[in-house]
Antibody, heavy 122, light 107 residues
Framework: EVQLVESGGGLVQPGGSLRLSCAAS????????MDWVRQAPGKGLEWVGR??????????EYAASVEGRFTISRDDSKNSLYLQMNSLKTEDTAVYYC?????????????WGQGTLVTVSS | DIQLTQSPSFLSASIGDRVTITCRASQGISSHLAWYQQKPGKAPKVLIY???TLQSGVPSRFTGSGSGTEFTLTISSLQPEDFATYHC?????????FGGGTKVEIK
């Protein structure tokens, strides 16, 4: 059974940093692209970024709103995905989900974690 | 960036109603569109991908159609468990984007 479990959320002051983790199981993690998606309280979904796998040189893509402040990384030996968030702003307050993109005639996200809440406030 | 406009943003309907949600893209995205259902406090769940392909395990009352810039999600006969928020997502190009969501509530 595929499982994605996020952790690391919490309260942080504006300008601070936080690192989120996503523990994956039930599939060959090293073969997969992985993404982060966030959802501000009462708002819609916002894609944050993607990391590709080793054969694609771990290249990344980011939303403009987080480019230069957030970094996605992975440790395939630990089946884990990370989101390092620096220079946090109040508008980064959201539930953060890791999600697995899958390709079957087109891309879509077939599995999501349960989410972890990040609150940026003084 | 590709903008996705969902309509309506809120919909009130009764059990057994036929419900249609529209998602319009600001430029053509072929069939690179997915639909998700989200219930309060839960992660989204994929219903439809490639605009019209039903994800395994999703009831057949959900259908997706469209290509290019206009897409629809139809629920043929609304069931109690279908009251939720529905999101469209384009996966044609980066940055990936979502529509604003459609909340379906009980009339």
């Amino acid at each position: 059974e595929v499982q994605l479990v996020e952790s690391g959320g919490g309260l942080v002051q504006p300008g601070g940093s936080l690192r989120l983790s996503c523990a994956a199981s039930g599939f060959t993690f090293s073969d997969q692209y992985m993404d982060w998606v966030r959802q501000a309280p009462g708002k819609g979904l916002e894609w944050v970024g993607r990391i590709r796998q080793r054969e694609n040189r771990f290249t990344t893509e980011y939303a403009a709103s987080v480019e230069g402040r957030f970094t996605i990384s992975r440790d395939d030996s630990k089946n884990s995905l990370y989101l390092q968030m620096n220079s946090l702003k109040t508008e980064d307050t959201a539930v953060y989900y890791c999600a697995r993109p899958r390709y079957s005639s087109a891309w879509y996200f077939d599995y999501w974690g349960q989410g972890t809440l990040v609150t940026v406030s003084s | 960036d590709i903008q996705l406009t969902q309509s309506p943003s809120f919909l009130s309907a009764s059990i057994g109603d036929r419900v249609t949600i529209t998602c319009r893209a600001s430029q053509g995205i072929s069939s690179h569109l997915a639909w998700y259902q989200q219930k309060p406090g839960k992660a989204p769940k994929v219903l439809i991908y490639a605009a019209s392909t039903l994800q395994s395990g999703v009831p057949s009352r959900f259908t997706g159609s469209g290509s290019g810039t206009e897409f629809t999600l139809t629920i043929s006969s609304l069931q109690p468990e279908d009251f939720a928020t529905y999101h469209c997502q384009q996966l044609d190009s980066f940055p990936l984007t979502f529509g604003g969501g459609t909340k379906v509530e009980i009339k």
